[in-house]
């Protein structure tokens, strides 16, 4: 499927990340990844606890009290090769140029978590979700200072939903094809 790039604030972003999402869904899990101890890097977390409020039906790994991060990531790649979902779908934080700020991305394939901050992270993921907050030509510090909370937390919301549309799309076309095969 051919990747897209949304921003957050356009009415139709949870339709068109639901789309994309729904024939993945089906034995899916989550890795939201990032911290709740930096703005810049909480949309993961925010966005897993935002989904675990919502009980989908999929597992979820990453949330403000239990974030996904770069000290215990290793463990949660472990436990995730050992459940055998088919599909793993990892959120994270994005640095892009200013222009591409609050755009969020779904594509196809890994995420590589820290690159643009310099850390190198294994890939995670058979669907990535990456969400722009800010620009990466700025310093760390700059970056932490200038960093709304207001733009992850809509973003973060704007993904859930999405994801949730997924979940529904997933399921009427589960119950679409039962229709169809009782025929």
Known sequence: MNPIEVHYKNSFAPIKIGHFLADYMNNAALVCIGTDKCIIDSLGPLTGTLLMKEKIKAD???????????????EYIKNLRSKNYDCIIAVDACLSNKKNQGIIEVREGPITPGKGIGKFLPEIGDISIVGIVNSGDKGFQDLVQDTRLSLIYEMAETICRGVLNACRMNTSQGLNQASISSL
């Open 60 to 74: 979820i790994y990453g949330t403000l009290e239990k974030p996904v991060h770069a000290m215990n990531i290793d």
